[in-house]
């Protein structure tokens, strides 16, 4: 029997259950060499693979303890970072079961140390075309687990910062084939969750933001033309130009910036169709784009596509007019106090334009002023909704419909001095709109 260390034998710990001592003694024989010489190659020799990693695979089916758990985690964790083939040669050995032996972890009461070790196996795993062997119908089930538990952990309160890289790393891991890629954005939702991470609060963990722009970055890489219409709309779903403008302008950490770009660059490709530059530009990219070309960058990377970036805003900016770009920016949320806001001329000739698509702008107007904390963006969305009803023969009317006057009585007594004279003016039009005074003038 070949002891691992101070640690229990396995051919101790697995007396009583269905692994033989044969299994055992292969999982102690390289458990040893992992913690003492480092050299697994002999370990991992044709011929000797299939046995050790279907040792492995029972350990983790059978085996309930949580240190038994572990030590077979960082076990196959090691054969899979091997060599590229062994996340080929891990899959081949599943058998009917697929990935239970590894699913079974998420479901029951695991550690979180052996649950981020499952989700980083099995996120390597699926990216196998070994998995196309498999029953496909088992796989899609564990496939929902796996994708169920790091939903669980992004969207949980307070997960440490530890516990959410490990949980972005298994969903980068997943992310790097294509076939898994074109699945994950089928549900245009998908992204949403991964998204909110780009949300101020998480600004201050550089690691969280890199692994998070990185599960971006890669599926920002175009495949089939449907394909790409489904993460075009996705990106669009979980505003995502706005969030990385967001970083671009509050992230200093020279390598999240590198990714942030890369993303937004090919976001920004003519094989994304122009959805996604034009909330690019209304959510300020090229404002903050120009901040970054102040500064001086080492990295040819970041140089290079900076200037790719500019070029394509810029091109596309040339073929907008003033309301596509005014859209664009109250579509992206990010409002800001640009020309047109308070341009009578562009409200003149623009105002109608409000009510197309649905009253989309409107509406989004409206959403700006309920889900919005900063003062900027509801002075903002306050002034506008004014002048449209103050242009607007039905704008009174119109704006009723939205349900805003709630909102803006309680805008009435913000902590912002502008907030509270925007949102004052905004109420006054809409008690006493203009065309009304107009028809009685007439009178």
């Known amino acids: 029997m070949v002891s691992a260390g101070s640690l229990a034998p396995w051919t101790v710990i697995s007396q009583g259950s269905p692994m033989d001592y044969h299994q055992a003694d292969i999982l102690d024989s390289f458990e040893w060499s992992m913690r003492h010489d480092g050299d697994v190659s002999s370990k991992l020799a044709s011929g000797k693979i299939e046995e050790l990693t279907s040792a492995l695979l029972l350990a983790l089916k059978e085996l309930d303890s949580i240190d038994s758990s572990k030590r077979a985690c960082a076990m196959l964790l090691k054969i899979l970072t091997f060599e590229r083939s062994m996340p080929d040669e891990v899959v081949a050995c599943l058998g009917e079961a697929g990935f239970e032996p590894l699913v079974r972890h998420f479901e029951k009461s ?85 998204a909110t991470l780009l949300e101020k609060d998480y600004y201050a963990q550089v690691q969280v933001e890199y692994q998070t722009v990185f599960a971006f970055w890669l599926l920002s890489f175009a495949g089939s033309k449907e394909q790409n219409a489904a993460v075009e709309e996705a990106m669009n779903a979980a505003e995502v130009p706005r969030r990385m403008t967001s970083v671009l302008r509050e992230v200093t950490a020279e390598k999240v910036v590198r990714v942030t770009l890369a993303v937004l660059r090919n976001l920004a490709k003519d094989y994304f169709g122009d959805a996604l530059r034009r909330e690019m530009i209304g959510a300020g990219l090229v404002g903050a784009l120009e901040q970054l070309c102040l500064r001086r960058w080492n990295d040819q ?92 023969e039905r704008g009174r009317h119109i704006t009723q419909t939205l349900g805003v006057k709630p909102r803006l009585m309680e805008l009435m007594t913000a902590e912002d001095a502008e907030v509270r004279r925007q949102a004052l003016t905004c109420v006054q039009i809409l008690m006493i709109s203009h065309h009304d005074l107009m028809v009685s003038g007439q009178k």
Not at 117 to 134: E, F, H, R, T, W
Not at 158 to 166: F, H, I, S
Not at 353 to 379: F, G, I, T, Y
């Open 110 to 194: 695991s550690s979180v140390q052996v649950s981020c070790s499952i989700a980083n196996a099995m996120g390597m795993m699926l990216c196998s075309p070994k998995v196309a062997d498999l029953n496909p119908v088992l796989v899609e089930t564990q496939t929902k687990k796996f994708l169920s538990w790091l939903s669980s952990v992004v969207e949980s309160k307070g997960t440490p910062p530890t516990e959410l890289v490990a949980a972005l790393v298994a969903l980068g891991n997943y992310l790097r084939s294509n076939t898994n890629r074109a699945a994950f954005v089928k549900d245009k939702s998908s992204l949403l969750p991964i």
């Open 301 to 392: 990377d970041i140089r290079d596509d900076l200037s790719e970036l500019v070029e394509l805003l810029q091109t596309e900016l040339q073929v907008m007019s003033t309301f596509d770009v005014y859209r664009g920016e109250v579509l992206s949320g990010a409002l800001s106090w640009t020309p047109a806001h308070k341009d009578e001329v562009f409200w003149r000739e623009n105002t109608e334009k409000l009510e197309r698509n649905n009253l989309e702008v409107l509406r989004c107007l409206a959403r700006s002023l309920h889900e919005s904390q900063d003062p900027v963006v509801l002075s903002v969305a306050c002034h506008d909704l004014g002048m449209f009803i103050k242009h607007h």
